[in-house]
């Protein structure tokens, strides 16, 4: 697969400025990727912990924010494999790539790390919108990052990015269908109650013998006329 000019000329003008920028810069946008990632695996755990709380559905959406990131990332490892587009540090004439070019065979469209990065902010968003805010800007410089370090087009980061979004949302929507009735079922026994939470307490379960219901005022004993003291 042949990169479209326009991507060239806007890699090399990325590349040319990063080259420009100081060089602890360098090195953080050279972790950088790697760094987010692991930021992910802690929200999907944190989500998780989050869920125990919540219902089924919700559980659901927590434990299938990995898997949904998987499957994009399959969906993008497979594609680059057909696709066979070269890296644009080996590919683009007096390449300024900050980053180490990756070996020969290892291709460049779609990124995987754009990939993997938008997967799990989507996954993320979905079962827990409060941290829209923080994942997917981030998802969206950890993309950029990867021109950045000159080790992808913008194009590349561009497709992943879009790839990662649309699988993890398809994934996460369509398989809670049947993650949902699962951890109900997991929730009536001890193991999935200590590994999923009990879940919301339920509107109008039964008040135990002996006890007043939350927001109710006792009641003295029924007077001779039938009436109770006040």
Request: hydrophobic share 55%; proline share 9%.
């Amino acid at each position: 697969m042949q990169a479209p000019e326009f991507s060239a000329d806007w890699y090399r003008d990325v590349t040319e400025w990063a080259h420009g920028t100081p060089s602890w810069l360098h090195s953080v946008a050279d972790v950088g990727t790697d760094a987010g990632l692991l930021l992910f695996a802690v929200l999907f755990a944190a989500g998780w912990w989050r869920a125990r709380g919540g219902d089924e559905r919700a559980m659901g959406l927590a434990l299938l924010a990995p898997f949904a990131m998987v499957g994009a990332y399959l969906v993008s490892e497979v594609s680059k494999s057909f696709l066979q587009e070269e890296r644009p540090c080996r590919a683009v004439a007096g390449a300024m790539n900050i980053a180490a070019c990756p070996s020969p065979g290892d291709w460049s469209f779609p990124s995987n790390h754009a990939t993997i990065a938008a997967a799990s902010a989507a996954a993320i968003v979905v079962a827990w919108r409060r941290m829209a805010p923080l994942v997917l800007p981030l998802a969206a410089l950890m993309a950029f990052s990867r021109v950045f370090v000159g080790v992808h087009y913008p194009h590349d980061v561009a497709a992943g990015f879009v790839v990662g979004v649309v699988v993890a949302l398809l994934v996460a929507l369509v398989l809670v269908r049947a993650a949902a009735p699962l951890v109900a079922a997991l929730r009536r026994v001890p193991v999935g109650v200590l590994a999923l939470g009990a879940g919301p307490v339920a509107h109008g379960a039964p008040v135990p013998a002996g006890t007043v219901p939350a927001g109710t005022v006792p009641r003295g004993p029924p007077r001779r006329d039938g009436m109770r003291r006040p």
